[in-house]
């Protein structure tokens, strides 16, 4: 009824859990370590442990003498979103059960996607865009508060948020955030990006990375309109030039009736010897340097491009200059596009007297 040698009992192997469960997130960090209790009772035993032949999973320390603290981690890369098991075997013939199995589990979830991209002139949803283009990004839990660049920002974090692009050539490049919002992101792509399918990842203020698929092309033309909606008066100028050379600029848009009520400002052409040009602010446009490749067209009449430029003052914003035929004179409203290789702007609102 008593055991008499109670102190020569074979000890019995413990762990502090039959089993781990690790979740990562497809591209972000690999999560952190869990720490696995090895103990015997009455007396310490020596152990091993076979190595893991799940690839992933990792084990610091393949023997020891209980009580022993052990450090298991997983390593995701290279592993496709879905469910892995692995297991760890630990053995220590001294003890009365001999040894242990825990079982190690790892999800690997898709990264989460964005709720929506959009061109920043047109405001149209996009899956493509050119590089030096701006480009609106929309999500939740961004960033905590709102934050806007004074002139061209350069290249990297604003308020702990970051926006990378992983171009088609395997190369990483920062974009430069122009405004930023809890709910958007307004960038500028980063010069360079190779023609091709892209990755664009954004690492928000906590630290949660956002992931999604973009096509760079190498012009993705759309026109800023001055009620910031992609429709109506076209952000733009008006620059008359006389017979003398005199050279004069006027906003080509009204917004007297308040936001969002902005309407385009009807042209006067003048007198024949007058020349009127409408001084566009496009995006996506910048790889192309030569007016011959582009085509405006105004109601049913092309007009010529006389001149390109990027911004000085504004990031991703090139100023394209269209020459306002004069037989476009008395027509009233009339839709004006922009084209360049086979890629046409959304249509913005112009007026002639």
Not at 151 to 161: A, D, F, H, K, L
């Amino acid at each position: 009824t008593n055991d008499l040698f109670a102190d020569f009992a074979c000890p019995t192997l413990s762990t502090s859990a039959q089993s781990l469960a690790f979740t990562h997130s497809y591209g972000s960090a690999a999560p952190e370590a869990q720490t696995l209790q090895v103990t015997a009772a009455p007396a310490a035993v020596n152990f091993t442990i076979t190595q893991p032949a799940a690839r992933w999973l990792r084990v610091d320390g393949l023997s020891g003498v209980t009580p022993n603290a052990i450090r298991v981690s997983v390593d995701p890369a290279g592993l496709e979103p879905g469910d892995y098991q692995g297991l760890i075997a630990i053995a220590a013939p001294q003890s009365a059960n001999g040894a242990r199995s825990i079982q190690v589990s790892l999800r690997v979830t898709p990264t989460p996607g964005f709720t929506l991209m959009r061109n920043s002139a047109s405001l149209l949803p996009v899956q493509s865009a050119a590089p030096e283009s701006r480009l609106i990004i929309e999500s939740q839990d961004l960033a905590p508060t709102s934050a806007k660049s004074d002139g061209i920002p350069e290249p990297g974090p604003v308020n702990g948020v970051t926006v990378r692009i992983t171009d088609s050539a395997s190369v990483e490049l920062p974009a430069a955030i122009v405004e930023l919002s809890p709910a958007r992101i307004d960038i500028v792509l980063p010069p360079g990006l190779q023609p091709g399918d892209a990755s664009i990842a954004v690492t928000t203020s906590k630290g949660r990375l956002l992931r999604d698929r973009l096509q760079i092309e190498s012009v993705t033309p759309a026109l800023f309109t001055a009620n910031g909606d992609g429709t109506g008066a076209p952000l733009a100028a008006l620059v008359r030039v006389a017979e003398d050379g005199t050279a004069t600029s006027e906003p080509a848009y009204d917004c007297s009736a308040g936001p969002g009520a902005c309407t385009p400002i009807p042209v006067d052409l003048g007198p024949e010897t007058d020349t009127v040009g409408l001084q566009l602010a496009a995006t996506g446009v910048r790889s192309q340097t030569d007016p011959a490749a582009f085509a405006a067209r105004i109601g049913d009449e092309n007009a010529d491009v006389i001149a390109i430029q990027p911004s000085s003052t504004a990031a991703g914003v090139d100023l394209v200059t269209v020459r306002l035929p004069r037989t476009l004179a008395g027509r009233g409203d009339l839709d004006l596009t922009l084209a360049v290789a086979g890629k046409t702007s959304n249509a913005v609102k112009l007026n002639v007297k």
